[in-house]
């Protein structure tokens, strides 16, 4: 869990070190660079970031209620907002986390509204000694951890549209709409939040930052391709669901024909028989077999060697292949 606020000076070989979220920031020759992130609702937020120095528009980029992940050079800097799937315990995974994020040359000014783990993973990996060794690595590393965070999930939903597609071939079988349903939301929300952060690491990989390495826009690179990768696979997800539910709707469709046949033939069938039992059952003068004590029986057996004939008829003309 991260802290209201963490701060750390990068030594530009791997190494970090921690400082106070409130210490002066000093000037940074060469490649060392420091990260400050923020909790969006510690009290003590809007005066950090007035004090860092930054202008209205940026602070008010980074605190919006609601944010898509974008791009947008400012100045020296650029303001870049990503999303990454709620790990949280007892939270939808589709429930999309930000990160907000100011960066300039020779420092990070991030802000968070719930923990992220993949800025967890960042602080664990700064533990280890293995800490980002630039703005732009940061930043990769960063994407690269947030794709890592929504793979797991992905797959999730690849395995469940699987299963519903092999239970969709079974005899019998019943796929519940409401899950597959619940599945295609899962993905069109995954996808909406991760087509958008595509473009936002493209636009800044092509950005012409001059403290952008060749290796951080390689890294920046690799990002942008996982992250497409995996809207590919959320693009055939949706489909694929699409494809069961038409199925769905197709057997349902069929059963009913089914249905509405087997009615039409009963009532082909018995239509001739009851006008002959309604003639036979009027109340007035002249009934064949009136008087008759055999008639009833048969009348019984010409009704049964009528359906069965029309049954045979109606066989014949294919309503039951």
Known sequence: MLDDAIGFVFDGTGAATAIAPDAESGPLDGPPFEWRHFRRDAPETMDRLTACGLDPYVIEALTAEET????????????????????????????????????????????????????????????????????????????LRLADSAEPYIATLNERIDDSEESVLEPGAEVSRADLAGLRRSAIVLRRYLLPQRDALATFEIEDLGWLSTHDRMRLREAVERVVRLGEDLDAIRDRAQIVHDQIMDQRAERMNRQSLLLSV????????????????????GIPGADNPWAFAIVTLALLVIGAGLFAWVRALGFFK
């Open 68 to 143: 898509r992940p974008r791009c947008s050079v400012h100045g020296n800097g650029v303001v870049l907002n990503l999303r990454g799937v709620n790990l949280n315990p007892g939270a939808e995974p589709d429930d999309m986390v930000s990160v907000r994020m100011w960066l300039e040359k020779d420092r990070i000014i991030g802000v968070w509204v719930r923990p992220l783990h993949a800025v967890s993973d960042l602080v664990a990996a700064i533990d280890r000694g293995a800490a980002a060794v630039s703005v732009g690595d940061f930043v990769a590393r960063l994407a």
């Open 266 to 285: 009963v009532a082909a069938i018995f239509l001739p028989l009851g006008l002959l039992t309604g003639l036979l059952g009027i109340n007035v003068g």
